[in-house]
């Protein structure tokens, strides 16, 4: 590769060969390095509205950085959801609920539908008598 200022943009001409590279399966697994020190796993504290939540990271003894690996980041990404939804910062979708004489039920936009199919399931949590978290997912078997 031909040096390239900092600010300047790599095109495909400034590439002398194609380079070829695989990524383990379990590339995103700790503990990881980090200042030539493996990490160490530790257990974190996140405050939303007064709910004190805890989670895992992985943690560089050295510089205190923290790495996160693929089910950690889920996890995280959960609680995030979690803040949002204390928070009231979700889009959020007003429907009419709808009664066939035997159960309650609303229809979903099709804005947010696109890629469902029919043989999909829906899983409800409940969080209070009128508070539900619902995830779409495939049928598990």
Known sequence: ??????????????????????????AFKGPFTCHKAKTQLRTKQLAVKGISISYEAWECPKCQ???LDSKQAQ???????????LHEKTIHF??????????FFFRFPKEITNHWHQDMTAHIELLATNEFLVRIGEVTK
């Open 1 to 26: 590769m031909k040096p390239n200022q900092p600010d300047e943009e790599v095109r495909p001409d400034d590439l002398e060969e194609q380079v070829d590279f695989h990524i383990g399966k379990d």
């Open 65 to 67: 950085k923290e790495y």
């Open 75 to 85: 996890r995280l990404e959960k609680i995030w959801v979690i803040e949002k939804l």
């Open 94 to 103: 007003d429907r009419t609920i709808n009664y066939d004489g035997k159960a």
